[in-house]
Nanobody
Framework: QVQLVESGGGLVQPGGSLRLSCAASGSIFRANAMGWYRQAPGKQREWVASITDDGDTNYADSVKGRFTINGDNAKNTVYLQMNGLKPEDTAVYYC???????????????WGQGTRVTVSS
């Protein structure tokens, strides 16, 4: 079993910054990729950013240039640095990881419990 634990959410004023962290633990051989999704009130969950084990990153257009994702493979941890936050960034942010439990096993998707980010003056 694998657990993802997020931290770093909170209340911030427009234009401010927050850094989210997500640490994976448990039966992990390798994290193929890790990333972040978010779900705003009344909306569907949407992809925000992701990073592969090779360090390749991708971002949703809505956050490109403002958010930065990076990871620490040794710690199975991923971070999301969020700058220039806007009220429309308000959401619950979920960590997602594609993890192989064994060397020959398939990648399995795991989710964290979510951390709330509120951008408001």
């Amino acid at each position: 079993q694998v657990q993802l634990v997020e931290s770093g959410g909170g209340l911030v004023q427009p234009g401010g910054s927050l850094r989210l962290s997500c640490a994976a633990s448990g039966s992990i051989f390798r994290a193929n990729a890790m990333g972040w999704y978010r779900q705003a009130p009344g909306k569907q969950r949407e992809w925000v950013a992701s990073i592969t084990d090779d360090g390749d990153t991708n971002y949703a257009d809505s956050v490109k240039g403002r958010f930065t994702i990076n990871g620490d493979n040794a710690k199975n941890t991923v971070y999301l640095q969020m700058n220039g936050l806007k009220p429309e960034d308000t959401a619950v942010y979920y960590c997602n990881a594609d993890i192989r439990n064994t060397a020959l096993g398939p990648g399995i998707a795991y989710w964290g419990q979510g951390t709330r980010v509120t951008v408001s003056s």
